[in-house]
């Protein structure tokens, strides 16, 4: 029995996450994967491995120093793209050398930037692969209309090799926002003007529900994420994709306690009769948040077993009352993501999405990986 959780990872699930998405791609579209903050949460390097033998060549990771860490386990037949482009560089030339010495592409999303890496390519004299991120809407990070203008009147991007023109998605997981349609006609519009004056620049602006909202936004290269790893991309319809994490805390004690009597800080539960406690390992230093405290369950054997009090740093209590008392007396663990409660799941329970709870499990959960490659 481990002392603490057991993370589970079906990497043979990741794979096949990535294959379902390529299969839904037009013609003319390939599936990349986005492998950011350690895959989410999951190990970069087993993901990166198993994604890249199911034939995925396009990674994405948020910053250089992820950039290095993919490296060292992909070859330079692999593409690695950094989200956070230049912002994530802080050397005092124009650009680290990193980002030729580990073959990486940043992701350009203002008129410094770009400027920034126009000065490193002419001081390398050499033409270097970059990407341009567009704002269509989400107001997060891209040019706007009048910088893009600008940087393609300034000529500036003669002096780079243009790989991508992005956008993102803001609102994609539901399909019938109206925010979808009018970032597709401005991204169409952007990469239009862009394609002018490189027509071999690939474009790219479908995330994970983005996929499945339109072949038409496909276009060279999608990016899915939280797809991957098992999060709905479709919320408001079945999960098409494969459960990949499992979970499981393992019980430190066992307790009976009577009617009247509470658990935890705060005296917030309080038992109405008799009742079976379950005390595991795991709490909110290990991403098991505080509001989960008496909304989640847990499972044994195939039973609900409900979460009772407040989740405290490093403890959770279930109540174990409706087990059969064989079952109470041999209980090592209690899973908490399983083939009964997903990922999605328990982001509801926590008033959250999949993608907090997956970046969030903690570093103390011994890690444990599924793969046909052992």
């Not at 956008?167 to 239009?192: E, I, R, V, W, Y």
């Not at 790893?229 to 019980?251: D, F, I, Q, T, W």
Request: with cysteine; net charge negative; proline share 3%.
């Amino acid at each position: 029995m481990s002392s603490t959780g057991i993370l589970t990872v079906n990497l043979n699930s990741i794979a096949d996450n990535w294959r379902l998405l390529s299969e839904r791609l037009s013609a003319d579209s390939q599936c990349g994967a986005v492998v950011k903050a350690d895959a989410y949460g999951l190990g970069v390097k087993p993901v990166a491995k198993s994604l890249s033998v199911a034939g995925c060549r396009t990674f994405f990771v948020a910053t250089l120093a992820e950039a290095r860490e993919l490296r060292d386990c992909l070859s330079v037949d692999h593409e690695i793209v950094v989200f956070g482009g230049l912002s994530h560089d802080s050397t005092y030339q124009a650009c680290a050398k990193d980002w030729q010495k580990y073959h990486l592409t940043p992701v350009l999303f203002s008129v410094a930037c770009v400027q920034r890496w126009v000065d490193f390519c002419l001081s390398e004299g050499n033409k270097l692969p970059c990407a341009i991120k567009i704002d269509t809407g989400m107001h997060r990070l891209g040019l706007s209309d009048l910088e893009l203008s600008e940087v393609l009147s300034s000529k500036l991007l003669q002096h780079v090799d243009l790989k991508y023109c992005m956008s993102h998605f803001a609102c994609a997981d539901t399909p019938s926002h109206p925010l979808n349609q009018t970032q597709m006609s401005l991204f169409a519009k952007a990469s239009g003007e862009l394609i002018k004056n490189f027509p071999s620049v690939k474009l790219s602006l479908a995330n994970s529900s983005g996929i499945f909202l339109s072949q038409s936004v496909h276009y060279s290269l999608v990016r899915p994420g939280a797809a991957l790893y098992g999060v709905n991309p479709e919320p408001a319809k079945m999960n098409p994709m494969k459960a990949v994490v499992s979970l499981k805390l393992p019980v430190m004690q066992l307790k009976i306690i009577q009617a009247g009597e509470t658990v935890g800080y705060g005296a917030e539960f309080v038992a109405q009769k008799k009742t079976a406690l379950a005390i595991v390992f795991g709490g909110y230093a290990d991403g098991l948040f505080r509001y989960l405290g008496n909304n989640a369950f847990g499972f044994c054997s195939g039973t609900r077993v409900p979460l009772v009090g407040r989740v405290s740093m490093d403890s959770m209590v279930f109540d174990i009352s409706e087990l059969d008392t064989s079952l109470q007396a041999d209980l090592a663990y209690i899973d908490i993501l399983s083939d009964q409660q997903s990922v999605d799941d328990l982001a509801s329970s926590a008033n959250t999405i999949g993608y907090e709870v997956l970046t969030s499990l903690g570093s103390r959960f011994e890690r444990r990986y599924i793969s046909d490659e052992g």
